[in-house]
């Protein structure tokens, strides 16, 4: 499956900002997806993570309550809707996705697939 990231872009703190991830090529609808984020200097990190029925979900606490996780599988498009950005938010936010159910759904090895990451800036 290939995926494709794009919605990334510069916001004041407390902006908006919705990414999203559209899926190609084998049955999307049966992939779990996830969101992770790699600031300059530091490890790539969970963000979220929803399961192909949308009865998991779940967030990093640092994201906790500001983003929203959501996917189509009609339109095979996973969603993260971000709100009260901060500037520590600030990274390149890559999708991910899985056949497989997730040993661990916040780990980059649980993910088999990834897109090529879009760049979000959230300035003071």
């Known amino acids: 499956v290939q995926l494709q990231a794009s919605g990334g872009g510069l916001v004041q703190a407390g902006g908006s900002l919705r990414l999203s991830c559209a899926a190609s090529g084998r049955t999307y609808n049966n992939y779990y997806m996830a969101w992770f984020r790699q600031a300059p200097g530091k490890e790539r990190e969970f963000v979220s993570a929803i399961s192909w029925n949308i009865a998991n979900i779940n967030y990093a606490d640092s994201v906790k309550g500001r983003f929203t996780i959501s996917r189509d599988n009609a339109k095979n498009t996973v969603y993260l809707q971000m709100n009260s950005l901060k500037p520590e938010d600030t990274a390149v936010y890559y999708c991910?996705?899985?056949?497989?159910?997730?040993?661990?759904?916040?780990?980059?090895?649980?993910?088999?697939?990834w897109g090529q990451g879009t760049q979000v800036t959230v300035s003071s």
């Open positions: 991910a996705a899985t056949g497989q159910l997730p040993r661990a759904t916040t780990m980059t090895w649980s993910y088999d697939y």
